[in-house]
């Protein structure tokens, strides 16, 4: 299959969907085996570990409906997503994430499903770089507009600071080649870690890096 196409790109998405999923099972499971322990009765915090929980039974819920409708749209497609494929130099890096932002004026519904994230995906191919980005229409906001359309038509210089972003503030899910890894200069790397123990619990949809990873 072409992974530069649509039917591609939705194939993708259901993969990522059900990977983000098993990871908020996993996280979900830790929490209750750590309210259910009795050695740890009394010696955690029951109120702030609830409140996890629900948060990840939430997310959980809302990933069975996203992929209803993604398995719907594999089924019979009708154009959903807003999908664009970019091509690029090769870079030995590698990420699938979906993700989502917050800003000021973001509201909790837990009863509304609004899936307004990003669907992103970073591939190396033999001798080019592909990056597939998009979005459910019906979700679609000013910043999914904008931030699918910041891929386009950028230099390498500026490719390697999007990666940067990508990776530090948007995404978990991310690989690099172990001989790119070994050229990047310890202080770099040290950067890299410093803004995910500053950020770690932000989704701001403002939050950039100051540093280019890949230099």
Not at 2 to 31: D, M
Not at 91 to 100: M, P
Not at 184 to 207: A, E, G, R
């Amino acid at each position: 299959m072409n992974l530069y196409s649509y039917p591609g790109f939705v194939l993708l998405n259901y993969r990522v969907t059900c990977a983000e999923q098993r990871k908020k099972q996993i996280e979900a499971e830790v929490f209750q085996r750590t309210l259910n322990a009795k050695t740890l009765k009394g010696n955690v915090d029951v109120f702030t570990i609830e409140k996890f929980l629900y948060g990840y039974q939430l997310g959980i819920r809302d990933l069975d409906n996203l992929k209803d409708i993604i398995k719907k749209e594999i089924e019979s497609p009708e154009e959903i997503f807003r999908f664009e494929a970019f091509r690029y130099p090769l870079t030995k890096v590698y990420g699938a994430a979906l993700f989502g932002t917050t800003d000021e004026n973001t509201k909790d519904d837990p009863e509304r499903f609004e899936f307004n994230d990003i669907f992103i995906h970073v591939i190396p191919f033999q001798d080019n770089m592909g990056v597939l980005c998009g979005y459910i229409k019906k979700f679609e906001t000013d910043w999914t507009v904008k931030y699918v359309n910041s891929w386009r038509e950028i230099n390498e210089s500026d490719l390697k600071v999007r990666l940067t972003d990508l990776f530090a503030a948007r995404i978990e899910n991310w690989g690099i080649a172990p001989s790119l890894f070994e050229s990047i200069p310890k202080k770099t790397i040290s950067k890299m870690i410093d803004f995910w123990d500053t950020n770690v619990m932000s989704l701001h949809k403002s939050l950039k890096t100051d540093f280019n990873f890949f230099e």
